[in-house]
């Protein structure tokens, strides 16, 4: 299996680059993961596909404003940081730019001085380790001087920052969205679970891995880098009575869905626990833990493009997506949904 095979040809007109108006107001493609028969919808009518006893799995991981720019106090040249993983100690691993003008002792200062970064390691790939030196809260800190990291494909400006984060967000520590969970409205999450549908929470904090393409031709030799999960053992009872009863158990986003088999394929249940998973789901992976996934569209050649090919075949997907092209639906964080099941 060959990372060509998750290629296909997208107008770059069809990548989304600002969000709709109304978060729910997005295009939708019911997808029959065995018969590859689709349907277009309206997300917010996704409620008509959803059953009592259904059970919703949505990742509330918050996005942190994570990309800085700032300047090396002794040269005054700008640097790019964003601030990928907490190691703790005020250590952070990062992502920066331009890479090679750092080395271990450099500092980087950030709104005169407010937040300074100290290199203290360097590794591949632009990956940093940095100490952070500050006064006060972090996170304040921040807000005050941090953006939202938007993928490299988004060139608007973001007008609201908090569209970039789903409604649901709580658990501070992403990188980057989950961004399946960005068509919900807390409107429509209310009238989910007035349809006797249950909603639960898993966190993973979105990292590294959602930057990196894939740089192998051969799939079963790319390296995922790790994210940390959670699942608290209340979600955890739910979803194995759930199971026990053969109700559904549906995944919204790439992130719920690699938590929930992370965890299924270490202990064959759902359990309270938490830790980092690397696990990389590509075609011929069994799925234990989920029935259908609700996503967006991916990129070419992405670990994510072969993640929903897995849930269905390569074939069935690529044919979506050349459906989806063709009937002008958008592409991407900011772009439309499917729901595959």
């Not at 979600?235 to 995944?251: M, P, S």
């Not at 998973?277 to 493009?305: R, V």
Request: proline residues 3%; aromatic residues 10%.
């Amino acid at each position: 299996m060959t990372t060509s095979d998750f290629d296909y040809q997208l107008p770059e007109d069809l990548i989304a680059q600002t969000p709709l108006k109304n978060r729910d107001y997005s295009k939708l493609m019911i997808v029959d993961k065995n018969s590859g028969k689709t349907q277009d919808e309206t997300f917010k009518n996704i409620i008509n596909y959803l059953n009592k006893g259904d059970v919703l799995v949505l990742n509330d991981t918050k996005v942190i404003p994570a990309r800085l720019i700032g300047e090396k106090i002794d040269t005054k040249a700008t640097i790019e940081l964003l601030l990928l993983k907490e190691l703790g100690e005020n250590k952070w691993e990062c992502l920066s730019k331009p890479a090679k003008r750092l080395k271990v002792g450099t500092i980087i200062s950030f709104g005169d001085g407010l937040l300074k970064a100290e290199v203290i390691e360097k590794f591949d790939e632009g990956i940093t380790h940095v100490k952070l030196i500050y006064q006060g809260i972090l996170m304040e800190i921040l807000d005050k001087l941090g953006t939202m990291p938007l993928p490299p494909y988004i060139h608007e400006k973001l007008a609201d920052q908090s569209r970039y984060q789903t409604v649901y967000a709580k658990n501070i520590g992403s990188a980057a969205a989950p961004t399946a969970g960005l068509h919900f409205t807390k409107e429509l999450l209310e009238q989910i679970k007035n349809k006797g549908v249950i909603i639960e929470y898993v966190t993973l904090h979105v990292g590294l891995g959602t930057f990196r393409p894939v740089e192998v031709e051969d799939v079963t030799k790319h390296n995922m880098h790790s994210e940390f999960y959670r699942m608290s053992k209340e979600t955890a009872d739910v979803l194995n009575l759930a199971k026990k009863e053969g109700r559904k158990i549906y995944a919204v986003g790439t992130t719920s869905t690699r938590t929930l088999e992370t965890i299924m394929t270490k202990y064959n249940e759902f359990k309270e626990c938490s830790g980092n998973t690397n696990i990389f789901i590509y075609p011929g992976y069994e799925f234990k833990a989920i029935d259908g996934l609700i996503t967006n569209f991916h990129l070419p050649k992405s670990t994510l493009l072969m993640l929903v090919s897995a849930f269905t075949t390569k074939e069935i997907m690529l044919n979506a997506y050349k459906e989806a092209i063709n009937k002008q639906y958008r592409f991407f964080s900011f772009g439309d949904a499917m729901f595959i099941k």
